[in-house]
T-cell receptor, first 113, second 111 residues
Framework: GAGVSQTPSNKVTEKGKYVELRCDPI?????LYWYRQSLGQGPEFLIY????????DSGLPNDRFFAVRPEGSVSTLKIQRTERGDSAVYLC???????????FGPGTRLTVL | KQEVTQIPAALSVPEGENLVLNCSFT??????LQWFRQDPGKGLTSLLL?????REQTSGRLNASLDKSSGRSTLYIAASQPGDSATYLC??????????FGKGTTLSVSS
């Protein structure tokens, strides 16, 4: 596609459940980023991939959060044992290479009941 | 630790006015700075990217400036229109990887 896509657009789950959020970056972009945005705040960095490897995962809040990018394209953010505090919009971005302009997807709104 | 601040938090102007949004950052050692627009319930749209070696970038009615030594950037919007109503976010890229965002300025342009 022409831009970054994310699925699902909305996800409602119950506390304690496992969720997966998917990101399809712009074709050919080697760098992929996950951010989390709470209401009234700017996005906060979670993890950055260069190719298949996680080059920086310093933003992941705890070990319930994990992300993969096995073939260097699509990425999945995985959250185990979800908590109500995980409710937020999860944004994915990609760039042609590290340090260049980042392009964002529409986000996945996660609600944990 | 890099911190990004945007002032004002909200701004209301009548259509046709020129306006300036401000962004400041605490660590001047940045790689680049990016301005985004976010409409309610939507993702971020990239407006302008300024490399650390540049002083300004222009796109249509938008002009962004960067003064790295003083830790400041401004986004100038000329002849504002109701369609410009949105939240504008400033973000700095410090190490060529993750962006660090401000909280944004919510702009409302009335017709």
């Amino acid at each position: 596609g022409a831009g970054v896509s994310q699925t699902p657009s909305n996800k409602v789950t119950e506390k304690g459940k496992y969720v997966e959020l998917r990101c399809d970056p712009i074709s050919g972009h080697t760098a992929l980023y996950w951010y989390r945005q709470s209401l009234g705040q700017g996005p906060e960095f979670l993890i950055y991939f260069q190719g298949t490897g996680a080059a920086d995962d310093s933003g992941l809040p705890n070990d319930r959060f994990f992300a993969v990018r096995p073939e260097g394209s699509v990425s999945t953010l995985k959250i185990q044992r979800t908590e109500r505090g995980d409710s937020a919009v999860y944004l994915c971005a990609s760039s042609g290479q590290s340090g260049t302009e980042q392009f964002f997807g529409p986000g996945t709104r996660l609600t944990v009941l | 630790k890099q911190e990004v601040t945007q002032i004002p938090a909200a701004l209301s102007v009548p259509e046709g006015e020129n306006l300036v949004l401000n962004c400041s950052f605490t660590d001047s050692a940045i790689y680049n700075l990016q301005w985004f627009r976010q409409d309610p319930g939507k993702g971020l749209t990239s407006l302008l990217l300024i490399q650390s070696s540049q002083r300004e970038q222009t796109s249509g009615r938008l002009n962004a400036s960067l003064d790295k030594s003083s830790g400041r950037s401004t986004l100038y919007i000329a002849a504002s229109q109701p369609g410009d109503s949105a939240t504008y976010l400033c973000a700095v890229n410090q190490a060529g990887t993750a962006l660090i965002f401000g909280k944004g300025t919510t702009l409302s342009v009335s017709s």
